[in-house]
């Protein structure tokens, strides 16, 4: 088993839809989580940083953290044609320097 | 901020010859500095962790002595790909982090094509 498992997809929508894209786990020393977008050749560019349980907001985008549950998520709102690219979740713990495990990514696109 | 950059983008060389990969925090200093490989539609392999002034952590099944990393100063760090061959192609992404931080900030990626 994966320590990070992450539906590959293509998870395909059209514009101005609500995505949630999702990661479990199954490492509970984890304490850091985070999601990356990377488009095509490119980098991954960090999108969203939690640390421990609930969740975050900035603009379009909320993550989620359920320790007890072992998952977390990524919701982006009114998606856009730009917000196409594959997405990654990583975290790492219990201590800041530990290694960030990523997930697999999933790819999204969004179709106007 | 944050910004990371890497030098070259992209590389073709012929089988036997060794290539030298830079990667630059630009606005921070990085007291460690990561160096992943990511196949076509696959995730980002941990291959070695570097801190600044000392010896890099190679992850299990990497040759260090294949993959040579340097974190001279707290800006640069270097992946060198000796004796490359048809199989080292790949996509390089190198990231640094900022001490006592917990996130890290991505390069641009460097693509090596060995002939």
């Known amino acids: 088993q994966k320590e990070v498992e992450q539906d590959p997809g293509p998870l395909s929508v059209p514009e101005g839809a609500i995505v949630s894209l999702n990661c479990t786990y199954s490492n509970s020393a984890f304490q850091y989580f985070m999601w990356y977008r990377q488009y095509s050749r490119k980098g991954p560019e960090l999108l969203m940083y939690t640390y421990s349980s609930g969740n975050k907001e900035d603009g379009r985008f909320t993550a989620q953290v359920d320790k007890s549950s072992k998952y977390i998520s990524l919701f982006i709102r009114d998606s856009q044609p730009s917000d196409s690219a594959t997405y990654l979740c990583?975290?790492?713990?219990?201590?800041?320097?530990?290694?960030?495990?990523f997930g697999t990514g999933t790819r999204l696109q969004v179709f106007p | 901020g944050a910004v990371v950059s890497q030098h070259p983008s992209r590389v073709i060389c012929k089988s036997g010859t060794s290539v030298k990969i830079e990667c630059r925090s630009l606005?921070?200093?990085?007291?460690?500095m990561f160096w992943y490989r990511q196949f076509p539609k696959q995730s980002l392999m941990l291959m070695a962790t570097s801190n600044e002034g000392s010896k890099a952590t190679y992850e299990q099944g990497v040759e260090k002595d294949k993959f040579l990393i340097n974190h001279a100063s707290l800006t640069l760090s270097t992946l060198t790909v000796t004796s490359a061959h048809p199989e080292d192609s790949s996509f390089y992404i190198c990231s640094a982090r900022v001490f006592k931080l917990e996130t890290q900030y991505f390069g641009p990626g460097t693509r090596l094509l060995v002939l």
């Open positions: 990583a975290m790492s713990g219990p201590y800041n320097t530990d290694k960030l495990i």
């Open positions: 606005d921070f200093q990085a007291t460690t």
